[in-house]
């Protein structure tokens, strides 16, 4: 943001601080006019032809930026992804504890990736892993939706599961 003396162009078009065009006239000139109401020439359309220079309060106006971008990060809500790691061979009381932790990542917002790791032999049986998800699936429905169904990459079998939306 250019203000005051860093503003190089010849001509710009000014702007009061209520809005009112006072027209085309040099950087000089306007700046010399800022100075006379005690306040800072800004350049806010560098982009425009000539380049739009607005006579305001610079400190004044670089706080109002700041408590906007504070307040819109404020609304924001950050989703994070949670890891839930299986493997074929689990035990049913195993993939109850494992459900449960699920539930309650899905229940505070967070996305849960669910992956069934195969080792040696498991790989030529990946079809219990599906299985083995789709149950997991099945046990979180009022939990989550399936966001990605199961995909086989590499050694691992991976399916993505999102919050129910109320």
Known sequence: MQANEEI???????VTQDGEQLGIMSSDAAYELAQKKGLDLVNIAP???????KIMNL??????????????RKNQKTINIKEIQLSPSI?????????????K??????????TVRFRGRELAHTEIGEVLLKRFAEELKEAGVVERPA????????????PVTQ
């Open 47 to 53: 982009s425009a032809k000539p380049p739009v220079c």
């Open 105 to 114: 990542f899905l229940s505070k917002g967070d996305k849960v990736k669910v």
């Open 91 to 103: 035990d049913t009381n195993d993939l109850n504890t494992k459900c449960r932790n699920a539930s």
């Open 151 to 162: 995909k086989l990459e590499g050694r691992n079998m991976t399916m993505f599961l999102a």
């Open 59 to 72: 400190g004044k106006y670089k706080f109002e930026l700041q408590k906007r971008e504070k307040e819109s």
């Open 8 to 14: 190089r162009e010849k001509e710009v078009r000014v």
